[in-house]
Antibody, heavy 125, light 110 residues
Framework: EVQLVESGGGLVQPGGSLRLSCAASGFTFSGSAMHWVRQASGKGLEWVGRIRGKGNSYATAYAASVKGRFSFSRDDSKNTAYLQMNSLKTEDTAVYYC????????????????WGQGTLVTVSS | QSVLTQPPSASGTPGQRVTISCSGSSSNIGSNYAYWYQQLPGTAPKLLIYSNNQRPSGVPDRFSGSKSDTSASLAISGLRSEDEADYYCAAWDDSLSGVVFGGGTKLTVL
C-alpha cells in the first residue's frame, strides 16, 4: 500500500523558516518525481512545485509564488522528500501535501495519487 | 485567480446527473490531459479522473470525464449524498512549465 506521511508543520513568524518532510512507502520512491501542493483554509489547491529523481538529476521546478524562497530536496535512502521554506510570508499559511507524480521529458502530469494527510503551516506573529 | 476556470458551485438531487466544467487555454487543457480530484470535507484530495477520461481502480463508473478543445468536463450520474464534496480540475501548463488547478467547485446534493 502506498503511503505518504508529511510532518514538520507548525507556527512560525513572518520571515522565518521551516522544513517539511514527506516519508514515503509502498512504491519505488527513487524513480518518482515528488510534488508539493498546498491549500489555504477554505481555498483551492495550489501547486508548489516538484523534484524529480536521480535519473533526471533531481531537477526542481517551483511555482512563481515561492520561487527563490522554497527549495526541494530528497534522500532516496530514506524514501523521504523535503520542502525547505525560507522568508515565510503570512500568505504561505496552508496545509501542505506531498504526492508522487509522473514526468516525461519536460512535462510532469498531475496524476497525483495518492496524497498524504498534509501538514499545517501557520505563518503569524 | 486560477488559471483553469470552474463554476464555484453546483447542485443536484439524488439520482440526477450533474456536470462540472473546467475552462482552460491552448497552453494547458488544449494541449495536455485534464485531471479531476474529489476532496471530501476534512480530507486530502483523491484522484478521480486522469488522462481526460480514465478512472483509477476503485472509482465508480458513475464518474466520467471528457475533453473538448480547451475545456474539460466531469460528469456524475446517479448522484448520491456521499458525492457532496469539492471537485478540482488540473492540467500541465506548457507556458508556465507547471501544474495548474481550477478554483474548485463545491457540489451540494440537495
Amino acid at each position: 500500500e502506498v503511503q505518504l506521511v508529511e510532518s514538520g508543520g507548525g507556527l512560525v513568524q513572518p520571515g522565518g523558516s521551516l522544513r517539511l518532510s514527506c516519508a514515503a512507502s509502498g512504491f519505488t520512491f527513487s524513480g518518482s518525481a515528488m510534488h508539493w501542493v498546498r491549500q489555504a483554509s477554505g481555498k483551492g489547491l495550489e501547486w508548489v512545485g516538484r523534484i524529480r529523481g536521480k535519473g533526471n538529476s533531481y531537477a526542481t521546478a517551483y511555482a512563481a509564488s515561492v520561487k527563490g524562497r522554497f527549495s526541494f530536496s530528497r534522500d532516496d535512502s530514506k524514501n523521504t522528500a523535503y520542502l525547505q521554506m525560507n522568508s515565510l510570508k503570512t500568505e504561505d499559511t496552508a496545509v501542505y501535501y506531498c504526492t508522487p507524480g509522473y514526468c516525461s521529458d519536460d512535462v510532469c502530469y498531475p496524476r497525483f495519487d495518492p496524497w498524504g494527510q498534509g501538514t499545517l503551516v501557520t505563518v503569524s506573529s | 485567480q486560477s488559471v483553469l476556470t470552474q463554476p464555484p458551485s453546483a447542485s443536484g438531487t439524488p439520482g440526477q446527473r450533474v456536470t462540472i466544467s473546467c475552462s482552460g487555454s491552448s497552453s494547458n487543457i488544449g494541449s495536455n490531459y485534464a485531471y479531476w480530484y474529489q476532496q471530501l470535507p476534512g480530507t486530502a484530495p483523491k484522484l478521480l479522473i486522469y488522462s481526460n477520461n480514465q478512472r483509477p481502480s476503485g472509482v465508480p463508473d458513475r464518474f466520467s470525464g471528457s475533453k473538448s478543445d480547451t475545456s474539460a468536463s466531469l460528469a456524475i450520474s446517479g448522484l448520491r449524498s456521499e458525492d457532496e464534496a469539492d471537485y478540482y480540475c488540473a492540467a500541465w501548463d506548457d507556458s508556465l512549465s507547471g501544474v495548474v488547478f481550477g478554483g474548485g467547485t463545491k457540489l451540494t446534493v440537495l
